[in-house]
């Protein structure tokens, strides 16, 4: 993997730095105190930047009248799997989300050196890209990672049809189911479940055009993931208005405060509006998902 970020401007390369700060500093404080051995022991492996950033394809244009900005894609290995689980890594989130010294958006992905090895033989592209494309931040352990097994077009294809065969369905009975409650006007209920459509779909078109989603709950993170796969997806949720930006934003926390939360509110407008653009997401990602079952299903038949 690459080491060099000269291709990135020097503030984007100084917000960089102050991620891999950020993260050691509070996955630090998540172990400590911690009395159980595999905490003694934590250790963060390596920090890679994959996705746009590390190509050098981002688009930065938070001022614009599309108000579109890429992700800082960021892959976290640490030495265990039970470290990679979400309560050592929360405050780390929160904290890269409103840090006044990095004012892009990070999203981070953490997992295990052994599941990231194991990803890699099974041949998912997802991490093999990012062997191909990342670029190291920090590393502890210089022992590279495993060979990335290449999956044969028949497998690809299999595996990609039964993703498709399996989420989209879920993402059009949470459409549908919440398109009722919007009607019965059972807001939270309607918010829940647009959260959950938005989430299959999402995870539909990662894992059909990359064989990975992280499991994740959090929507804009998602979405950042998949709009750095296939920038049609962009066009699902208009960024021109602040309005728009903010009732995504409260549907990104539906998946638990319009379960548990009785301050959870949402109006009739907004939600109408995120209910219009879940549908055409999902028009979106089933054109996506389609074409690439099409490309997979000739290379298929080509062997």
Request: aromatic share 10%; proline share 4%; glycine share 4%.
């Amino acid at each position: 993997m690459k080491t060099s970020l000269e291709h990135l401007p020097e503030k984007k390369q100084r917000e960089l730095a102050r991620v891999v700060e950020i993260i050691h500093q509070e996955f630090a404080d998540a172990l400590e105190g911690g009395s159980a051995d595999f905490k003694k022991r934590g250790r963060i492996l390596k920090i890679i930047l994959f996705g746009s950033y590390a190509r050098g394809t981002y688009v930065d244009e938070p001022h614009t009248m599309k108000g579109y900005r890429s992700d800082y894609d960021i892959l976290v290995i640490v030495n265990s799997k039970k470290l990679a689980e979400p309560e050592y890594w929360d405050k780390a989130n929160d904290r890269l989300m409103w840090d006044k010294t990095v004012s892009t958006p990070v999203g981070l992905i953490v997992h295990g050196a052994r599941e990231v090895n194991n990803f890699l033989a099974d041949g998912q592209y997802f991490f093999v890209d990012i062997l191909r494309e990342g670029i190291v931040l920090y590393e502890l352990d210089d022992r590279p990672l495993a060979e990335p097994k290449r999956l044969s077009p028949a497998d690809a294809f299999r595996f990609a049809k039964e993703y498709f065969d399996d989420r989209i369905p879920h993402a059009r009975v949470f459409l549908k189911t919440a398109t009722f409650c919007v009607r019965e006007e059972d807001l939270k209920e309607a918010a829940f479940l647009l959260h959950q459509a938005i989430e299959q779909s999402y995870a539909a078109v990662l894992l059909v055009l990359t064989n990975y989603s992280p499991p994740s709950h959090n929507l804009k993170f998602l979405r950042g993931l998949a709009e750095d796969r296939d920038q049609r997806l962009v066009e699902a949720w208009p960024r021109d208005q602040h309005r728009f930006t903010a009732w995504y934003n409260v549907l990104n926390e539906a998946y638990v405060k319009a379960r548990y939360s009785k301050h959870f509110e949402i109006t009739d407008e907004g939600l109408g509006w995120l209910l219009e653009r879940t549908k055409h997401l999902l028009s979106l990602v089933e054109t996506v998902c389609q074409e690439r079952l099409s490309e997979l299903a000739r290379a298929a038949d080509a062997t």
